[in-house]
């Protein structure tokens, strides 16, 4: 039976592995999802033979998985793909608690998971199951706080006192000497300070990262929750439980790496959090005073530019999520390609607030993915573009970025859309953007202010081509 | 040399290799219990670290306008500590641990079924934009 339920974690973790890679393309995609659905499944059924289960066992379990599997698939239902960053961090928070509470199973019956008996677990044991624990708190709490952050329940804005980065540090070294403990006298107590320590750390490593930041945030967290699940799977010695984590957490780091590229920041700088935070007043009350008016244009004006543009290029972000503008976007670039103008759609790695949020948006407004491209891909082609089209977007596109030494964004990779003929800013006000730095494009002699929200201005230009 | 000499020379010869092998045999009883113990952890870090690199490579493959789907499925499938959580619910001899089982087993569930159909709905719409 062992060799069997061996063999059965085997063909899951090959299926998990199977399931990443069909993401490599939208074609492939939905076949390497049902991958991952088979795999879990197997796994699953597999457990459910394990030596040792019981009946009353089996009847919990199903319940377990009935409850929670319908508010699960109640709530995949109903989310609207605006709110996909904090259901992401919401669900996240879910693995880390589990993990917490699997280890907190492992060791109040240590025999069942064969790590020893009862007051008695081996050392090694012990050392894997604190770091599982620590692990899956930190993911919990930090994830709470980010979801709360993403859904608005709570300020997106840092939170940085004095003597964080000391009490955090502090907190670091008493949490390893709270293990060290543990490890060496397999106390209850012990086990629970952990959890509670871990979940104070993690809560408060995350207070200080802004709301834009989330991105990183959000991809640290998922590579968390895997690192959380294959430390559970070293202690109880179950091979798929770490094959499994160790592919979540490499797929997480990866992300965490690719986001923190698109904002030229390094990780540390990042985790260390409030950026932009200090920067805002000075640089905004500053700057702007000597600088040539901006140009405000009407939604009419904006129509009839783009009626006789040839290539027009539209950069979503955050905002046009907020402005829910996605489905009023792709009809206006549906009008314009009718009038046999060329429109693409320009991503910024870090557009929205968890990675690919802007492509899922504009994929289910219909977009055609072919339309959608990269920023290195599109860069080189607005220098031929008659139009760009900003909407919701800012700092990403800050030629401070480039030229700017003392700028907070310096370094960072924007696109270009200066070098269009004529570029469109949606936006609210003049307010700067997350990073706090003036946009220095507002005030370009070809740029054109569209100010209010971006959904309604959008309209106006879609009920002005129709004209 | 005579033949005598000869068979207790070989004799002591065999006696001292008897010898040797029970002095061999002694130390790997005592070094026995350490290497049970360091094995099967060794045997998983190799599958451990081995798994990271598939990772890497597998997902470095992942098309950027596909990022947020890949945090749905990896966002499901980490919750095979469900695994886990099923042993502590069905197999434990304490009701504590089969209360936490039943706790993560639930909470596993919410996000098993969440992330996979989350990334359905996600993908569904990456597909039927191919036709428009």
């Not at chain 1, 399931?19 to 074609?27: Q, V």
């Not at chain 1, 993690?202 to 991809?219: E, R, T, W």
């Not at chain 1, 339309?371 to 800050?398: H, M, Q, R, S, W």
């Not at chain 1, 480039?402 to 270009?416: N, V």
Request: hydrophobic share 55%; with cysteine.
């Amino acid at each position: 039976m062992a060799t069997i339920s061996t063999l059965a974690y085997l063909v899951a973790a090959v299926l998990f592995i199977l399931a990443l890679r069909g993401l490599s393309h939208p074609e492939t995609s939905r076949r390497g999802n049902l991958y991952g659905m088979i795999g879990m499944a197997i796994a699953i059924v597999a457990t459910l033979f394990h030596h040792g289960m019981d009946l009353g066992g089996i009847v919990l379990i199903l319940v377990g998985l009935a409850l929670g599997g319908s508010v699960g698939a109640v709530v995949a239902k109903r989310i609207q793909m605006t709110a996909l960053p904090q259901l992401v961090a919401a669900f996240h928070s879910l693995v880390g608690m589990a993990a917490v509470f699997v280890a907190a199973g492992a060791f109040y019956s240590p025999e069942s998971f064969g790590i020893g008996t009862h007051g008695h677990i081996h050392t090694q044991s012990l050392i894997e199951m604190s770091l599982g624990i620590a692990i899956g708190a930190v993911t919990f709490s930090g994830s709470v706080i980010a979801f709360a952050k993403l859904d608005g329940r709570m300020s997106g804005a840092p939170i940085i006192f004095k003597g964080q980065h000391l009490l955090n540090a502090a907190l670091g070294a008493l949490l390893l000497v709270l293990v060290i403990a543990f490890v060496a006298t397999g106390s209850p107590v012990l086990f629970w300070l952990i959890a509670l320590l871990s979940f104070a750390l993690g809560f408060l490593l995350i207070i200080p990262i802004g709301g834009a930041d989330m991105p990183v945030v959000v991809s640290m967290l998922n590579s968390y929750s895997g690192w959380a699940a294959a430390g559970i799977g070293f202690t109880v010695g179950n091979l798929l439980l770490i094959v499994t984590g160790a592919l979540v957490g490499a797929s997480g780091a990866i992300l965490s790496y690719i986001m923190c590229k698109g904002m030229n920041r390094s990780i540390i700088n990042v985790l260390l959090g409030g950026f932009g935070a200090e920067a805002g007043g000075a640089a905004a009350g500053g700057a702007t005073a000597e600088r040539a008016p901006v140009k405000a244009g009407s939604p009419e004006d904006a129509a009839f530019i783009m009626k006789n543009a040839q290539k027009i290029i539209v950069v979503p972000g955050y905002g046009m999520a907020v402005a829910q503008a996605q489905q009023v976007l792709r009809e206006m670039g549906d009008l314009l390609k009718k009038e046999g103008a060329e429109v693409e759609y320009a991503i910024h790695p870090v557009a929205g607030r968890m990675p690919g949020h802007m492509n899922v948006l504009l994929a289910e407004a219909n977009v055609p993915y072919e339309d959608v491209k990269e920023l290195e891909e599109i860069n080189p082609e607005f220098a031929e573009a008659d139009v760009a089209y900003v909407i919701g977007a800012n700092d990403v596109t800050n030629p401070a970025a480039k030229t700017d030494k003392s700028s907070p964004i310096y370094g960072m990779p924007i696109l270009d859309v200066e070098r269009a003929k004529t570029v469109f800013f949606v936006k609210r006000g003049m307010s700067s953007g997350y990073a706090g730095v003036d946009n220095e494009l507002f005030f370009r002699p070809n740029t054109m202010m569209l100010f209010g929200d971006a959904k309604k201005v959008t309209q106006e230009i879609v009920q002005a081509l129709q004209k | 040399m005579n033949p005598t000499d000869l068979a207790n020379q070989a004799t002591a010869t065999a006696n001292r290799a008897l010898e040797l092998a029970e002095a061999a045999r002694r130390a790997a009883e005592a070094v026995a219990p350490v290497a049970q113990a360091a094995e099967p952890f060794l045997y998983l870090l190799t599958i451990f670290l081995m798994a990271c690199f598939v990772g890497y490579y597998v997902v470095w493959n992942v098309t950027p306008a596909l990022h947020s789907p890949l945090m749905g499925v990896t966002n499901a499938i980490s919750s095979v500590i469900v695994v886990g959580a099923i042993l502590a619910a069905g197999t434990a001899d304490s009701t504590l641990a089969r209360i936490f089982g039943f706790i993560a087993v639930t909470l596993a569930a919410v996000n098993i079924f969440g992330g996979f159909l989350v990334t359905r709905r996600m993908l569904a719409m990456f597909q039927s934009k191919k036709k428009g």
